[in-house]
């Protein structure tokens, strides 16, 4: 009798410590959830399409999170011919991301949309020491007010195939004279002899700016003559078939993965271009210069954006501050 009674007792300790485990569990639980949930949620949207950059970003992403404790930062990636939709779309239904970051091209219609809050006292309170290049910060500027940040420098450059300029006895050109009668000397070379990406406006856009400013023209002297040279060269390149028939259809990538299959023969690409043909399988060696100069350089022209939008949370403004770390 007495050992059924020792019996008892041990069961019912052994129950009411199992008990005291799970409510203990489901406590800690319900705390997790709840400090899951009061953490806020921050979006991010970008238009980054290589592999590589997504992957950068989402660390940035996680390690913030976890280092800041009560914020959740998401990176969502769009397609960049749906971009300007998507944000269309998203005011429309109220949800817009605390944060876009775009191509510094699209960011003034953006601006006119009524995207981006103004960030006038932001960037003279946290931005004066880095405000180089004022190019750059132009392109984030509407009426004397900062609606954006300069995110990253990524500049039109040209690539060529350096086994077939060395094959040819060829040299980088050195002006677009110059890369005219490279093309002209590739003619019996198999593949486009010039690719630019022409099927996206921002794109398009971005090239053309580089090679307006490169003929010492601007998007205000269009009508004088860097703006005329600029014309005169894309029509040389149209006529005399140096550029091919789907020039209209590709975008950057697709240029770039026509250069890596040695369909083009020379591009001017972003310098990020670089990491798909880092990633492609070439059989031949490229060579990287800056896009030719006739008058300036235009290495500083091109690149993102980063704006905070009219919904924004405050915990965003931390998180834009945590970008431009020196350490990150």
Same mark, same amino acid.
């Given at each position: 009798?007495?050992?059924?009674?020792?019996?008892?007792?041990?069961?019912?300790?052994?129950?009411?410590?199992?008990?005291?485990?799970?409510?203990?569990? %489901?406590?800690? $639980?319900? /705390?997790?959830?709840?400090?899951? %949930?009061?953490? $806020?949620?921050?979006?991010?949207?970008?238009?980054?399409?290589? $592999?590589?950059?997504?992957?950068? !970003?989402? &660390?940035?992403?996680?390690?913030?999170?976890?280092?800041?404790?009560?914020?959740?930062?998401?990176?969502?990636?769009?397609?960049?011919?749906?971009?300007?939709?998507?944000?269309?779309?998203?005011?429309?239904?109220?949800?817009?991301?605390?944060?876009?970051?775009?191509?510094?091209?699209?960011?003034?219609?953006?601006?006119?949309?009524? /995207?981006?809050?103004?960030?006038?006292?932001? /960037?003279?309170?946290?931005?004066?020491?880095? =405000?180089?290049?004022?190019?750059? @910060?132009?392109?984030?500027?509407?009426?004397?007010?900062?609606?954006?940040?300069?995110?990253?420098?990524?500049?039109?450059?040209?690539?060529?195939?350096?086994?077939? *300029?060395?094959?040819?006895?060829?040299?980088?050109?050195?002006? @677009?004279?110059?890369?005219?009668?490279?093309?002209?000397?590739?003619?019996?070379?198999?593949?486009?002899? *010039?690719?630019?990406?022409?099927? #996206?406006?921002?794109?398009?856009?971005?090239?053309?700016?580089?090679?307006?400013?490169?003929?010492?023209?601007? !998007?205000?002297?269009?009508?004088?003559?860097?703006?005329?040279?600029?014309?005169?060269?894309?029509?040389?390149? $149209?006529?005399?078939?140096?550029?091919?028939?789907?020039?209209?259809?590709?975008?950057?990538?697709?240029?770039?993965?026509?250069?890596?299959?040695?369909?083009?023969? =020379?591009?001017?690409? #972003?310098?990020?271009?670089?990491?798909?043909? #880092?990633?492609?399988?070439?059989?031949?060696?490229?060579?990287?210069?800056? !896009?030719?100069?006739?008058?300036?350089?235009?290495?500083? !022209?091109?690149?993102?954006?980063?704006?905070?939008? &009219?919904?924004?949370?405050?915990?965003?403004?931390? *998180?834009?501050?945590?970008?431009?770390?020196?350490?990150?």
């Amino acid at each position: 009798m007495k050992k059924k009674w020792c019996f008892a007792a041990f069961f019912l300790c052994v129950g009411l410590a199992a008990a005291f485990l799970f409510w203990q569990g %489901e406590e800690g $639980k319900e /705390v997790r959830e709840t400090e899951e %949930e009061q953490k $806020k949620q921050i979006y991010v949207l970008c238009a980054y399409e290589t $592999k590589l950059h997504q992957q950068i !970003l989402n &660390e940035v992403a996680e390690y913030y999170s976890k280092r800041s404790g009560c914020a959740e930062v998401h990176m969502e990636f769009i397609p960049k011919e749906n971009f300007k939709k998507e944000i269309c779309l998203r005011m429309d239904n109220g949800k817009t991301a605390d944060l876009i970051i775009c191509d510094n091209g699209m960011m003034p219609a953006l601006i006119d949309m009524g /995207v981006f809050a103004d960030l006038s006292a932001y /960037v003279e309170a946290q931005c004066q020491d880095s =405000m180089n290049f004022q190019k750059l @910060w132009n392109t984030t500027m509407d009426d004397g007010k900062y609606y954006g940040i300069p995110f990253t420098c990524d500049p039109y450059v040209l690539f060529y195939n350096q086994d077939v *300029f060395t094959e040819k006895g060829l040299s980088a050109p050195e002006d @677009w004279d110059g890369l005219l009668d490279t093309c002209s000397a590739l003619q019996d070379s198999v593949g486009d002899k *010039f690719g630019f990406a022409a099927k #996206r406006p921002e794109e398009i856009y971005a090239f053309y700016r580089a090679l307006l400013y490169a003929c010492g023209g601007s !998007l205000n002297t269009m009508d004088q003559e860097g703006g005329v040279e600029a014309a005169d060269i894309l029509e040389e390149l $149209k006529r005399s078939r140096y550029i091919g028939k789907q020039t209209i259809n590709l975008t950057e990538a697709d240029v770039a993965r026509s250069f890596a299959e040695g369909k083009v023969l =020379m591009m001017a690409n #972003r310098l990020s271009a670089s990491t798909i043909l #880092r990633s492609s399988r070439m059989e031949f060696s490229a060579g990287i210069i800056p !896009l030719p100069g006739d008058v300036r350089e235009s290495l500083m !022209l091109s690149g993102e954006n980063i704006g905070v939008t &009219e919904y924004a949370d405050r915990e965003a403004y931390r *998180f834009l501050t945590y970008l431009y770390q020196d350490d990150i």
